[in-house]
């Protein structure tokens, strides 16, 4: 997370007329920031802080009231707003001021401290207390030292104190004192005491507002979010969930309990259907001490929840807020919310209601701007030996197949360099040993007798039904060539089945390897011990379920990973375990081969995805940036990206050559338990439990379609050898086919959609359904597309 390390932080000090202090915490969003007549120095980072001290005459005989707003913002940070107050007394005022000062000293921030101090007119020896008119008294000092420690407190950031003389004592980068020991100051003693993590989280909610306002404030924004016109409504209405959940939990760790309960019931009915299952977590948070150990919670307290608003109705909030002078809620929204401001028209509810639903909001626009190499890599040249029997007719097929990739956008591989592929070398991939290049000469023969699928020719769909796995089926794999199935199951097992004639065996024992002549043409053959021939084989190892299962790309391997954190490698020379990778301590939902071998990824309970190579024990990678489960995760057809769906309700595209997140995608409303990306590597099919696919162009990082009529978890999705047909499996027993060719022709995606996101998906879900096909009481687990693309389905019969 590189963005947050280079964050830097502003100070702005206005003295207005009116008003008493309003301590603003962080705050962060997008659009220019607004304070007058200010001087900028910039730090050691490039980083303009920004000091801006202006005042203006005041009601009683022309002395200024001091209103200070201290707020901490990134680079490109919303707009601060001074937030006008009550009106209080002179003292309060100049607690602040003192607070505000000693915090501009300790900082170093002399120059700042200087300014502040000739616009306030105030003498050192006053701050110092040396018997000036209007001095702080002992109560006046306590309460500065509380003031600053709240500010203190509030301040984010890695960021530390520069030490004198390093040219930046100008700059407003103010350092955190919060996580460490505060510097000396010469004004009173204030110590800032460290704080452990997870109270230093919470401390943010240590704001002491009214607890019996709290419902007032949230109606009244409630009551003008609705009253306003219908273009603003949809787009402010995003705010209710994350305002309602934060000012919750402010009430819950000010241990204001019956309001916190009154609360809750009072409002949470008003939340979107899909944040149900976050709201039940929520409700079972009813005192200080639960939110300790909350992950859900501390999720959504140190990521922003981020809101992709017009500047027109983001101006029309601000302007409420401060005429409301409704602290609370401003509060809220600049601590805990980014806001992701748009020039252009706002969006609609169908829009909106599109691209919500994550735990953390909506995707942040620049997640998505990354370049990325969706192409596919050359294939290598091979030369293909013809037989004499189909010599004539290879060469007629053989022909067209060259031209295949022209007649429609999604085509199968090319021989030509795509432009859009990642250069060959850019990730080291392993070479071709003899056996792969007969296994690519097979496959091309069997692509020759490959069927054209399309609307007017749909494929057979042959189905595997596991009978008396008694619900204990967790994980399904075939082949590449379709000769073997392997199952997980929650007995610890993994059971490897032969689906053809030819049986599985073993290699013979080393006594009688020795004896084989290695010279003879049918070596291979002759190694494998024809006494251990059966159809299937168990695999004993893990010690719990086994929930994901993958074949290598040469059928020698089988990766499985279970609920005892482990992956384990088998042989399927041997039928042995080779190797346990340990690296996840929670249970690991999925693991997949890469196209190429020799790579794996995982991805478990513990939030994070790890790249693997089959000879290292440790991972290359860990891809860490989920707010929960990552339940599946599927390699890009050229290795060079990998992709995970996660219970957090996104999917994220990682670079595999140096870990970051390039792509974030959010739309589902429910754990997502299936991915697949189109043959051509343009485009990728998520399924989620709330029955949607929802299609996605990985180039523009736009949601491209939704495909609506399964009534539950999608748990299986492919797409068809040559990408005309998506193929989709789900929990209500069935599979159903739609028109892949036709849902990603005639794409908009200009350059105004792809900055602001406005995407106007076609309500066409109907058109593209090529067919449904039930099973009589069997959940599809998996989806498979022969080398001829027929259909492979597999699950387990569940008697109602």
């Given at each position: ?116 101090r000739r616009e306030a007119r105030l003498l050192e020896e006053a701050v110092a207390g040396s018997g000036a008119p209007g001095e702080a008294d002992g109560a006046s000092a306590e309460a500065a030292s509380t003031l600053l420690s709240r500010v203190t407190a509030s301040a984010p950031g890695p960021a530390a104190p520069d030490p004198p003389g390093s040219g930046a004592s100008g700059a407003a980068a103010v350092p955190v004192l919060a996580t460490g020991p505060a510097a000396p100051g010469k004004v009173g003693s204030v110590a800032v005491e460290d704080q452990p993590d997870v109270s230093a989280v919470l401390s943010a909610y240590n704001q002491q507002g009214d607890p019996t306002m709290y419902e007032e404030y ?583």
């Amino acid at each position: 997370m590189a963005a947050l390390a280079e964050e830097q932080t502003e100070v702005a000090v206005k003295l207005e007329s009116e008003g008493p202090p309003a301590l603003l915490p962080p705050q962060a969003g997008d659009g220019a920031g607004e304070g007058g007549g200010g001087t900028t120095n910039n730090g050691p980072n490039g980083g303009g802080g920004n000091v801006a001290a202006s005042s203006s005459a005041g009601g009683d005989g022309g002395t200024p009231k001091p209103t200070v707003a201290v707020s901490a913002v990134a680079p490109a940070g919303a707009a601060p707003v001074s937030a006008a107050a009550p009106e209080a007394g002179a003292p309060h005022d100049r607690q602040t001021l003192l607070a505000v000062l000693q915090f501009l000293r300790q900082s170093n921030l002399r120059e700042a401290e200087e300014a502040l101090r000739r616009e306030a007119r105030l003498l050192e020896e006053a701050v110092a207390g040396s018997g000036a008119p209007g001095e702080a008294d002992g109560a006046s000092a306590e309460a500065a030292s509380t003031l600053l420690s709240r500010v203190t407190a509030s301040a984010p950031g890695p960021a530390a104190p520069d030490p004198p003389g390093s040219g930046a004592s100008g700059a407003a980068a103010v350092p955190v004192l919060a996580t460490g020991p505060a510097a000396p100051g010469k004004v009173g003693s204030v110590a800032v005491e460290d704080q452990p993590d997870v109270s230093a989280v919470l401390s943010a909610y240590n704001q002491q507002g009214d607890p019996t306002m709290y419902e007032e404030y949230y109606s009244g924004l409630k009551h003008f979010i609705e009253c306003s016109l219908d273009c603003h409504r949809a787009e402010l209405s995003q705010l209710f969930y994350p305002l309602f959940v934060h000012m919750y939990l402010e009430l819950v760790y000010n241990q204001h309990e019956n309001e916190a309960k009154s609360f809750f019931e009072k409002f949470h009915g008003d939340q979107e259907c899909y944040y149900q299952d976050d709201l039940r977590v929520l409700s079972s948070l009813t005192k200080k001490e639960h939110m300790k150990g909350n992950e859900t919670m501390l999720d959504f307290r140190t990521s922003k929840f981020v809101l992709r608003i017009s500047r027109d109705s983001y101006q029309l909030l601000k302007r409420h807020l401060q005429e409301k002078q409704n602290n609370q809620i401003w509060n809220i929204v600049q601590e805990h919310l980014y806001i992701d401001i748009f020039d252009g028209m706002p969006r609609s509810k169908q829009q909106i209601d599109a691209m919500v639903g994550s735990l953390a909001g909506e995707a942040k626009r620049e997640a998505n701007k990354s370049k990325v190499f969706f192409g596919l890599l050359k294939e290598p040249e091979i030369e293909v030996p013809l037989d004499d029997e189909d010599e004539e007719g290879e060469n007629e097929e053989g022909k067209p197949k060259k031209k295949k990739p022209k007649k429609d956008s999604i085509g199968s591989k090319s021989k030509k360099q795509d432009p859009n592929a990642p250069p060959q070398n850019r990730i080291p991939l392993p070479e071709l040993k003899d056996s792969d290049k007969l296994d690519k000469i097979m496959n091309m023969k069997e692509t020759t007798k490959r069927v054209r699928l399309g609307p007017d020719c749909l494929p057979s769909i042959c189905f595997y039904t596991f009978l008396n796995a008694y619900q204990g089926l967790t994980a399904v794999d075939v082949t590449d060539d379709s000769s073997l199935i392997a199952g997980g199951f929650a007995d610890s097992t993994v059971r490897v089945w032969s689906v053809t004639p030819k049986k599985l065996r073993s290699v013979k024992q080393a006594a009688d390897l020795s004896l084989i002549d290695k010279e003879s043409d049918d070596v291979l053959e002759r190694i494998m011990d024809e006494k251990t021939a059966s159809e299937l084989k168990i695999l004993y190892g893990h010690s719990g379920p086994v929930y994901g299962a993958s074949f290598s790309p040469d059928r020698n391997y089988l990766l499985s990973s279970s609920e005892d954190g482990t992956v384990r490698l088998w042989s399927l020379q041997t039928f042995t375990c080779l190797v346990g990778y340990k690296g996840h301590n929670y249970p690991v939902w999925d693991t997949q081969f890469s196209p190429y071998g020799y790579y794996f990824v995982s991805g478990g309970h513990d939030r994070v995805a790890r790249l693997w190579a089959t000879d290292h024990y440790q991972p290359l990678r860990i891809f860490a940036g989920h707010l929960a489960d990552v339940n599946c995760t599927r390699f890009h057809p050229n290795s060079n990206y990998v992709a995970t769906g996660s219970a957090d309700r996104t999917v994220r595209l990682w670079d595999v050559l140096n870990g970051n997140c390039v792509r974030i995608f959010t739309g589902h409303k429910g754990p997502i338990h299936s991915l697949t990306f189109s043959p051509n590597g343009r485009f990728l099919a998520t399924g989620a439990t709330d029955g949607r696919v929802l299609l996605w162009d990985i180039g523009h990082g736009l949601m491209v379609g939704e495909l609506k009529g399964h009534t539950d978890t999608v748990c299986s999705l492919r797409f068809s050898r040559d990408g005309e047909i998506l193929a989709s499996g789900s929990m209500d027993n069935t599979v159903r086919l739609w028109d892949a060719v036709k849902a990603f022709e005639d794409l908009e995606t200009d350059d105004f959609t792809t900055a602001t996101g406005h995407i106007n998906l076609p309500e066409n879900s109907q058109e593209l359904l090529l067919g449904t096909y039930m099973t009589k009481s069997t959940p599809v687990v998996h989806l498979h597309f022969t080398r001829r693309n027929l259909v492979l389905a597999a699950g387990a019969y569940s008697p109602q």
